[in-house]
T-cell receptor, first 113, second 109 residues
Framework: DAGITQSPRHKVTETGTPVTLRCHQT?????MYWYRQDPGHGLRLIHY???????DKGEVSDGYSVSRSKTEDFLLTLESATSSQTSVYFC????????????FGPGTRLTVT | RKEVEQDPGPFNVPEGATVAFNCTYS??????FFWYRQDCRKEPKLLMS???SGNEDGRFTAQLNRASQYISLLIRDSKLSDSATYLC??????????FGTGTRLTIIP
């Protein structure tokens, strides 16, 4: 299995609080992604990174920001959490751009009350 | 019409049977296709790529039908461990990667 970890694995937070999720990889892959997964929806891309300090928005980026200061770490921040951001968040990595061969972390279950 | 559609199931299939399900896509310029499996409360894992000529990996066969714009996954001699949700992934002509919502498969002893 690819070396990808996510922390925390579970979090309950209140509306309006900031939340940061961390993704850490040991594979030295250039591309990293943050997705959310909700019932009735496929995995939806929030943001992605194509290198240190190089990031771009995905299809559901509103309310989220990201940072990548090191190859191995990709952080997702919810500046002011809302109940609509209750979801399962997955980080993924790939060697190539626009790759269908992605390797996912174990996920973070976030509940915003 | 959704870019990628899958029958959500569930498909309840006896152990040892053959099962197949499809994933349709709307963009005729789509160029790359994949199948993932996702166990309950786990992360998706790449199962196999789908080539134009088809792809077989043990009991699993993936095929592409460009004329009708769908990919298929066939599982022969199904095992209890095959119980999972199967996600298709389509990369469109605009290089947009889209996940399907998944088909849930349960293998019954």
């Amino acid at each position: 299995d690819a070396g990808i970890t996510q922390s925390p694995r579970h979090k309950v937070t209140e509306t309006g609080t900031p939340v940061t999720l961390r993704c850490h990889q040991t594979e030295n892959h250039r591309y990293m992604y943050w997705y959310r997964q909700d019932p009735g929806h496929g995995l939806r891309l929030i943001h992605y990174s194509y290198g240190v300090k190089d990031t771009d928005k995905g299809e559901v980026s509103d309310g989220y920001s990201v940072s990548r200061s090191k190859t191995e770490d990709f952080l997702l921040t919810l500046e002011s959490a809302t109940s609509s951001q209750t979801s399962v968040y997955f980080c993924a990595i790939s060697e190539a751009r626009v790759s269908g061969e992605q390797y996912f972390g174990p996920g973070t279950r976030l509940t915003v009350t | 019409r959704k870019e990628v559609e899958q029958d959500p199931g569930p498909f309840n299939v006896p152990e040892g049977a053959t099962v197949a399900f499809n994933c349709t896509y709307s963009n005729s310029a789509s160029q790359s296709f994949f199948w993932y499996r996702q166990d309950c409360r786990k992360e998706p894992k790449l199962l196999m790529s789908v080539y134009s000529s088809g792809n077989e990996d043990g009991r699993f066969t993936a095929q592409l039908n460009r004329a009708s714009q769908y990919i298929s996954l066939l599982i022969r001699d199904s095992k209890l461990s095959d119980s999972a949700t199967y996600l298709c992934v389509v990369i469109g002509g605009n290089e947009k990667l889209t996940f399907g919502t998944g088909t849930r498969l349960t293998i019954i002893p």
